[in-house]
């Protein structure tokens, strides 16, 4: 017998998203994958006093997988003085950081560091953080000498989630099934396969070129990188290369966001490139949003030129609350969607940082008298112009297009390419 669908509001291509029990099972089967082999740990990064009046440097943080210690497995790039949450699969055997003195991303026995033992959880444990502690120091102290196989290796080329690929700056067309829209659907029902399936991470479209600026594309809920195919195809590639953030969008948005903030401070640490825009659309902002917080915090993001968000629900849509509320299944991107989320109080605590051009672009298509409660078709007029977003702005501007008709405006995305050469350094 078909099951009977259930019907809520959610904020992908039309303001009613239809899905089945089918969904929901898939939903609950990889949130199920996730949560047997994620684990947490919390690691506090202290200097001895030697390396603390003689280094300024940044430090790389390696996990490495199983018992052998020769599985390298990702990296992270941490600040001094610094604790982090770091999540991992169930196979972590240790965590090995170094201060990278000479930035080359390879650790050298002349560089301070420590490298710590991490006891396998139990399956009672594996919901609890462990706590690390990492001193770093020229000698190591008791942490004996550094493993061979650790000395003279270039550490950007490990990187993965889950022990799962992740793209930092990998080249990809625009045209690869990973874009697709079919794919962000994945990325909604079944994230963990979505990043079992490769897809997840900041690509080039192109070959890095260190004469043209990025602009990063950032995607909404159930979408995908292609979704800005028109506006990329624009593009002045003489001048701009484009970049697109792929991901699964059923995830805490703050986890989505911490993961776009580690890969593009990766990226800027290989390239060094000193102007970024930033294109975002839907939720895509608000994702985009809570990174600009984490790295103007942190004084990381000076190579920020501009900010655009194309239709951000900033207030939040009600469908993601009634999924909260009425589903069998929660999506954790509906907690932080509901208009009340702490996600969303918080987000605009942190100002964005004094030279960063934000531009708040705005859609409307209802074939009704345009008012507060006007909307593009998915997102509300009221969600979209949030008022402490409208105070950030340098542009605002609306169009009479629906949530994703907007890709094709010539006006819009005219008025795009402008605002981008406003904010650019001559």
């Known amino acids: 017998m078909k099951m009977p669908k259930l019907h809520l509001t959610a904020v992908v291509l039309s303001a009613v998203l239809q899905f089945s029990c089918t969904d929901m099972f898939k939903l609950q089967n990889d949130l199920d994958s996730i949560n047997k082999i994620a684990r947490s740990y919390s690691i506090t990064i202290s200097f001895d006093e030697a390396v603390a009046q003689s280094s300024r440097s940044p430090v790389i943080l390696i996990s490495l997988q199983d018992k052998a210690e020769q599985n390298i497995g990702t990296y992270r790039f941490i600040d001094q003085q610094s604790r982090i949450e770091f999540n991992s699969g169930d196979n972590l055997h240790a965590f090995f950081a170094f201060a990278d003195l000479n930035q080359d991303f390879i650790y050298q026995k002349t560089e301070p560091f420590s490298l710590v033992k991490i006891q396998p959880a139990s399956l009672t444990e594996k919901h609890t953080q462990s706590q690390s502690t990492m001193k770093l120091s020229y000698s190591g102290q008791e942490n004996g000498p550094v493993p061979d196989f650790l000395v003279g290796v270039h550490f950007s080329k490990f990187t993965q989630i889950f022990g799962l690929h992740i793209n930092v700056g990998t080249v990809t067309s625009i045209d690869s099934p990973l874009f697709t829209i079919e794919h962000g659907r994945t990325g909604m029902w079944e994230p963990f396969t979505f990043l079992k399936n490769g897809g997840f991470g900041v690509h080039m479209l192109q070959k890095y070129d260190p004469d043209k600026i990025p602009v990063l594309f950032v995607h909404g809920m159930g979408d995908g990188p292609l979704r800005f195919k028109p506006l990329i195809n624009k593009l002045d590639t003489s001048k701009y290369q484009a970049w697109v953030y792929s ?56 190579y920020l030129s501009s900010f655009t968000t194309i239709s951000t629900p900033w207030l939040g849509h009600h469908g993601a609350q009634s999924g909260v509320t009425y589903s069998p299944v929660v999506m954790p991107s509906w907690i932080d969607m509901s208009p009340d989320s702490q996600f969303l109080a918080d987000l605009f605590n942190q100002p964005l940082t004094v030279n960063l051009q934000y531009n708040l672009l705005f859609t409307f298509k209802t074939g009704k008298k345009f008012s507060r409660e006007s909307s593009d078709g998915v997102i509300s007029l009221h969600s979209q112009l949030r008022r402490q977003a409208q105070n950030s702005a340098f542009k605002i501007k609306g169009y009479d297009q629906t949530h994703t008709s907007i890709f094709y405006s010539e006006i819009m995305s005219g008025d795009l390419f402008k605002l981008f050469t406003l904010s650019e350094q001559p």
């Open 247 to 302: 991901y699964p969008t059923a995830y805490r948005l703050q986890n989505t966001a911490s993961g776009l903030s580690a890969l593009m401070k990766s990226l800027h640490y290989q390239y060094r490139f000193t102007q970024l825009h930033i294109v975002a659309h839907s939720m895509g902002g608000l994702i985009s949003k809570a990174y600009i917080n984490e790295c103007s915090a942190k004084e990381d993001c000076s």
